[in-house]
């Protein structure tokens, strides 16, 4: 059974611009949810998804933005790119159906964004 | 929000036993409290899931009190492969069911 895929890998952009990242989950799974992980912080709740729908969001400005697809497939949005966006931006898929609770979640190996 | 409260480093030696512990408190209700495990350059893994009272599995136990605002990811015998970050993860106990990790403990296993 194939593993949550993230895309790309690594990337670097200059402050100012735009990124979109891309995660396809488990087969099945229909909760996708994204992390930032960066020294300082830790990992971040950014948002989750379900069924198409955003039905959670942390604590992050209107710059970061997410959509979920009809395949379950998932993209995260993050415009005018500032320094302090560097970070490893996880994935993760889940059977996480209700809204409370939190059930296993499975993680993507990352994407590396570096913003110089 | 809520907050779970973590040490931010922890130090053994091969084969002792680790105990982390997690504080959170406003756990909701139906919050299950989840610890994962990190090497570098790869995302979280799943150890453990538990509500309350002890729940063990082939790699690790998870102790919970009554009150529920803590809980203790103990390994037992640990070995170098361990050395990792552990997070601990609860629902927030808002109504919108956020997911709030813990800031990690790293811990280092010594030969």
């Known amino acids: 059974k194939a593993g949550v895929t993230q895309t790309p890998r690594y990337l670097i952009k200059t402050r100012g611009q735009q990124v979109t990242l891309s995660c396809s989950p488990i087969s099945g799974h229909r909760s996708v949810s994204w992390y930032q992980q960066t020294p300082g912080q830790g990992l971040q709740f950014l948002f989750e998804y379900f069924s198409e729908t955003q039905r959670n969001k942390g604590n992050f400005p209107g710059r970061f933005s997410g959509r979920q697809f009809s395949n379950s497939r998932s993209e995260m949005n993050v415009s005018t790119l500032e320094l302090g966006d560097s970070a490893l931006y996880l994935c993760a898929s889940s059977l996480r159906q209700g809204r409370m609770g939190t059930g296993e979640l499975f993680f993507g190996e990352g994407s590396r964004l570096t913003v110089l | 929000l809520a907050k779970t409260t973590q040490p931010i480093s922890m130090d053994s030696y091969e084969g002792q036993e680790v105990n982390i512990t997690c504080s959170h408190n406003n756990i909701a209700t139906n919050d299950y409290i989840t610890w994962y495990q990190q090497f570098p350059s790869q995302g979280p893994r799943f150890i453990i899931q538990g509500y309350k009272t002890k729940v063990t599995n082939e790699v690790a136990s998870l102790f919970i009190p009554a009150d529920r605002k803590s809980s203790t990811l103990s390994l037992p015998r640990v070995s170098l492969s361990d050395t990792a970050v552990y997070y601990c993860?609860?629902?927030?106990?808002?109504?919108?069911?956020?997911?709030?990790f813990g800031k990690g403990t790293k811990l280092s296993v010594k030969p």
């Open positions: 993860l609860v629902g927030d106990g808002g109504s919108q069911g956020n997911l709030i």
